[in-house]
């Protein structure tokens, strides 16, 4: 096994999404800071109203899938499909812009709480017009791996063997095959896990202090990894709470234009014209 070292670390930037939201964002800050297949990685979470409460009125997408992870607040999702999610504490939603999708994203709440992450996964060329999906995937129907301390691994996507048990996702499959995971450490928990050594892969520490094969990580930064095919990590006295987040690279150019993501320009403009004239879902 070759452990996975540190390769790079994007901090995330306060910046705004939606309506007004306040938002951290690491990955897709710009166009030039993308781990492929992943094009973006948003953090979000205040107790403040404000910051949160205008919400992601309607807005389409085109060429990738979107995945929303609720720590903890409401939020519902309604899309032209038809579709209607509750996105509550520990939930995930799974959409799949492909050819189009047309959809809002807004606050079920007026105080508290509201904290998660929205993650963009691309999608190659051959899938990019594919019919429009929708996934809801409630707390219940994510799976745990409780460890030796009581450390905690939520599995919303991907699979991985440990101690020779197979251990699957809540989301398993996909030409990226996504491995999408929330680790919680207990204080001075240690955690080692496998990740194929095909895929490009980053962890994000949004809760305590934690260390990879002993150096220190950056706190709301997406730390990218280094080839191998395993991570070694500890958490500090406080525990720690982190993501882990890989799949493989397409290998493809992009073309992104807000929130239509293709491969050449071209196509990108006959997007905006397809959603101009209320082809984009056609």
Do not use: C
């Not at 979000?44 to 899938?65: K, L, M, N, V």
Request: zero cysteines; a negative charge; aromatic letters at 6%.
């Amino acid at each position: 096994m070759k452990n996975r070292q540190i390769l790079r670390v994007i901090p995330a930037m306060e910046t705004s999404d939606g309506a007004g939201v306040r938002i951290r964002r690491s990955i897709g800050q710009s166009q030039h800071v993308r781990l492929d297949p992943f094009l973006m990685l948003d953090e979000f979470g205040s107790d403040q109203a404000a910051d949160y409460i205008a919400g992601f009125p309607s807005h389409p997408h085109r060429g990738f899938e979107t995945v929303t992870y609720m720590i903890e607040g409401h939020m519902l999702h309604e899309d032209h499909l038809g579709n209607r999610g509750d996105l509550k504490n520990g939930g995930v939603q799974w959409m799949t812009a492909g050819r189009g999708i047309i959809h809002s994203e807004m606050p079920q709440q007026e105080e508290g709480m509201m904290r998660g992450f929205q993650l963009w996964l691309n999608l190659p060329a051959a899938e990019k017009m594919k019919p429009a999906g929708y996934r809801d995937i409630q707390p219940e129907d994510i799976p745990q791996l409780t460890l030796a301390d009581g450390s905690q691994i939520k599995l919303i996507a991907g699979e991985f063997e440990r101690d020779g048990t197979q251990h699957r996702g809540a989301v398993v499959g996909g030409s990226t095959k996504p491995l999408y995971l929330d680790i919680q450490l207990q204080p001075g928990g240690t955690v080692s896990l496998p990740v194929a050594s095909e895929l490009n892969a980053m962890l994000y520490l949004y809760d305590g202090r934690a260390s990879l094969d002993g150096e220190a990580l950056q706190a709301r930064a997406a730390t990218v990894l280094a080839a191998g095919d395993q991570i070694n990590l500890a958490a500090a006295d406080g525990g720690a709470r982190l993501l882990l987040i890989a799949g493989q690279p397409i290998g493809e150019p992009v073309a992104q234009y807000g929130p239509f993501v293709m491969n050449t320009v071209a196509e990108i403009e006959q997007t905006l014209q397809d959603y101009r004239l209320g082809r984009l879902t056609g």
